[in-house]
């Protein structure tokens, strides 16, 4: 059981603090109308909490708990520590971030804290202490939901208290200014230390900065933030040691590395706003609900997610009918044990007045309704599916190290190489096929999968090209891999640095390709499996990115063609290992190839538009076009959403799903 209620989760934040106690009767009436088992809390209550520093204001707090639990719905109760009162603030202006430029921000918006400040550390985990003696007993408490998606507005703050704590940072990671000195490479550029004392973070400077300090830098802000995570965790794990624990995290965000967030939380939740504008978003959803499953290896929980519309992108587009209900199944197809959604009453002002709700401003007549209680219905009838599990015959491996170097400003061979880009190359098409994927973090023992996939490791550390020689199965490494080791310095001898000998090949330069330009690559006759190769040889085409590849040891799969690169090397081989130099912009013919040599079969046959997963004895088929489809069932089974028995060939309609609880598999 992922909380403290049983089946899936459903509900929504819910901001009592917002409307006049005369509504809340009716909110919790409808939340039960609805289904709604769960409703998060007090996220940005701090200021109604505390009002004045150390004088609570809990009152409203337990009248709203008691009336939510008397309705037979949970609490996912924050510890309200996400945006710092005015009083703190005025107090302590040094507790507000200051941005690279030196800007100290102003208060009147939300997450307002430096998350190196010991005075917010200390009132945050002074009101966390607070919360956890008032409700760790009260019975709707089912979880508690720490601070609100880290790093959402402050990932980073340039202030001098930030800049103290960074130097205590690296002074634990590199012993002493030698060490540091050697680790960032400061004969270069004469930005020699004689004291760790004359380090500041990398404030705006004249030109590029230093990227090993960038690096840690971005290391250093993952973790000043997990400090603040921990330190009121540690709190609501002595006062309530058997609530769970979790913060919601932002998908495939960028700043914080989820791998090592993700030990600290008792269960994984996640916040996804796929653009509804974007016909392929379920894609990249697909792929970061993976890899939240993927993160502590089992049901994770969709914490936030829109029923229609959001109120921040430049243009909001809302959910058409069928999109919130298909959406929602997405997230239990990857894993989730819960929907849950941003908001439950749209608000009458603020920054997101116009954010749909699941009670929209319409109230019930509106037509958002009609698809909160039909996804209330929805979720009862899935309850079993609670708990189960994903069995992936291939890994995608992902660390958030590589993405901050290879994404360093001015210092790259391109800046277009990003790495969701280089992710979804390969995971795409793994999805259209209906095969099931986990994510995995560098280093990790890969034995348990057939087939592994590396889309870039630009920063390689032995320890990472260990774990790959010695997973010893398929793999497929792609461009820019093993170029840098942790310290953002190139491995002797060049690319691929420590995955040489496994891969049998010897980068001798990087060759980015201009925007718009392409590259054809040819594959040599037999390297793929003979069906791709039928009507001549086959071509991938490749953009941004090509290497002049140097063979050790290895057998040419394919050539570059026409250009600079003519006759060279562009995909190799040795033993099970392929290496990608390039960026192919369909990677098909490889991944056909390797799926057929490795065994790993689809969870389903689909077609173009619909997604097929596995939980367990179920079957998920979502079809996220608006066509109907036509599909043939692999196996008989009852269908939980229609409550039908299916067999054979069905017609799945557009933007309908099924789950199909499969006969004699259960
Ligand atoms: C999230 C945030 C919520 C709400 C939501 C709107 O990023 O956690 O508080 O702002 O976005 O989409």
């Known amino acids: 059981m992922l909380t403290r209620v049983p089946g899936l989760l459903f509900g929504g934040d819910y901001n009592p603090e917002q409307w006049p106690e005369e509504v809340w009767a009716e909110d919790a009436r409808l939340m039960a109308e609805a289904g ?60 507000m971030p200051v941005d690279a430029a030196g800007t100290r921000l102003e208060f009147g918006s939300r997450q307002g804290y430096c998350p190196s400040s010991p005075i917010y550390r200390a009132h945050a985990v002074r009101l966390a202490r607070a919360m956890a003696d008032r409700y760790g007993g009260h019975p709707a408490l089912a979880m508690w939901h720490v601070g609100n998606e880290y790093a959402d507005h402050t990932l980073e703050c340039f202030c001098e208290e ?41 404030r705006k400077a004249p030109g590029p900065i230093n990227p090993g300090q960038l690096l840690d830098w971005r290391r250093f802000c993952s973790d000043a933030l997990l400090e603040c995570f921990e330190a009121e965790k540690a709190v609501l794990r002595e006062l309530t040691p058997d609530v769970p624990v979790t913060t919601n995290f932002m998908s495939l965000l960028p700043g914080l590395d989820y791998w090592r967030w993700a030990e600290a939380e008792d269960l994984v939740s996640d916040d996804a706003y796929p653009d509804p504008a974007d016909p392929a978003s379920h894609v990249a959803t697909a792929l970061s609900y993976d890899l939240m499953r993927s993160l502590k290896r089992r049901p994770w929980l969709l914490l936030e997610s829109a029923p229609s519309a959001v109120s921040w992108r430049e243009v909001n587009a809302p959910k058409p009918p069928g999109v919130m209900r298909l959406h929602s199944l997405q997230a239990l197809a990857h894993g989730s044990d819960g929907v849950m959604f941003f908001q439950w009453r749209q608000a009458k002002y603020g920054p997101e007045k116009f954010h749909s709700a ?45 993405l901050w170097g290879l994404e360093a400003p001015e210092s790259m061979p391109s800046d277009r190489l ?12 793994l999805h259209e096929r209906g095969v099931a994927v986990d994510l995995a973090p560098p280093g990790r023992d890969l034995s348990g999968y057939r087939l592994v996939i590396v889309p870039n490791l630009y920063l390689c550390t032995e320890e990472h090209a260990k774990a790959l020689a010695a997973y010893g199965g398929r793999l497929i490494v792609g461009p820019f891999s093993g170029v840098v080791d942790a310290a953002d310095q190139v491995h002797e001898g060049g690319a691929p640095g420590p995955l040489r000998d496994l891969l049998g090949v010897a980068v001798d330069e990087f060759w980015p390709l201009p925007d718009g330009e392409t590259q054809s690559v040819r594959l040599v006759p037999g390297a793929v499996r003979p069906g791709t190769a039928e009507g001549g040889e086959p071509r991938l085409t490749a953009r941004t990115w090509a290497e002049w590849v140097r063979v050790l040891d290895a057998e040419v799969v394919a050539r570059y063609e026409g250009g600079e690169l003519d006759g060279l090397p562009a995909i190799t081989r040795k033993g099970g290992a392929t290496y990608v130099s390039c960026l192919p912009e369909d ?68 933007r309908d799903a099924i789950v199909l609880r499969i006969e004699g598999e259960k």
């Open 36 to 95: 709604v088992n769960m409703a998060t809390v007090a996220v940005f209550a701090w200021s109604r909490l505390e009002p004045r520093p150390g004088e609570y204001d809990f009152g409203w707090l337990d009248r709203v708990l008691d009336l939510l639990h008397a309705h037979g719905i949970a609490a996912d109760l924050a510890t309200a520590t996400a945006t710092p009162p005015p009083w703190l603030v005025r107090d302590h202006p040094e507790a």
């Open 162 to 202: 930030s800049a103290r704590h960074f130097r205590r940072w690296l002074t634990e990671r590199h012993g002493d200014v030698a060490g540091l000195n050697a680790a960032w490479g400061t004969s270069c550029w004469g930005q020699h230390y004689t004291s760790i004392d004359q380090v500041n973070p990398p």
């Open 358 to 402: 699941l009670l929209p401003h319409g109230g019930t007549a509106a037509r958002g309704w009609r698809d909160t209680l039909r996804l209330g219905d929805d979720l009862r009838n899935l309850h079993e599916i609670a708990g189960t599990g994903t069995d992936a015959d291939v890994a995608i491996v992902f660390g958030w190290e590589s």
């Open 418 to 429: 990003r790495l969701k880009d280089l992710l979804l190359t390969w995971y795409r098409p």
């Open 587 to 654: 990677v098909t013919p490889i991944l056909d190839h390797a799926l057929a040599e490795t065994g790993v079969a689809p969870v389903a046959a689909v077609p173009p538009g619909v997604e097929a997963t596995r939980r367990g004895g179920y079957l998920f088929l979502l079809n996220h076009t608006t066509e109907p489809a036509r599909l043939a069932l692999p196996a008989a089974g009852f269908d939980l959403l229609s409550r039908r028995r299916l067999d054979g060939e069905i017609v799945l309609a557009g």
